[in-house]
């Protein structure tokens, strides 16, 4: 098992920014690929960014590509996105997420651990 906690979401004004954390506990993180993926109200949970078990292969959504960062430093077992130059759209829940499959999935169904998720609310 991996427990995972997000925290650092909050209130910003749109082409602010905002950094995400997600910490891991249980099983060695480093065994994990993981990713981060976002719920507005009433829409599906989409993949943001994901990130290999090494750090040395991450993947982004179109829509974030450019203006977040996913990164994780393994000795800390934690998990980061850093987000710039939000856009009211980027107004969601934030979930953090990991699995032990062989790639960087974005395929919400295939992460077996959860967070519990973290607002991000972007003013205009």
């Known amino acids: 098992q991996v427990q995972l906690v997000e925290s650092g979401g909050g209130l910003v004004q749109a082409g602010g920014s905002l950094r995400l954390s997600c910490a891991a506990s249980?099983?060695?993180?480093?065994?994990?690929?993981a990713g981060w993926f976002r719920q507005a109200p009433g829409k599906e949970r989409e993949f943001v960014a994901g990130?290999?078990?090494?750090?040395?292969?991450?993947d982004y959504a179109d829509s974030v590509s450019g203006r977040f960062t996913i990164s994780r430093d393994n000795a800390r077992s934690t998990m980061y996105l850093q987000m710039n130059d939000l856009y009211l759209e980027d107004t969601a829940v934030y979930y953090c997420a990991a699995n032990n499959s062989f790639y960087v999935s974005r395929d919400v169904n295939e992460y077996e651990y959860w967070g519990q998720g973290s607002q991000v609310t972007v003013s205009s």
């Open positions: 990130i290999s078990w090494s750090g040395d292969s991450t």
């Open positions: 249980g099983r060695t993180f480093r065994n994990y690929n």
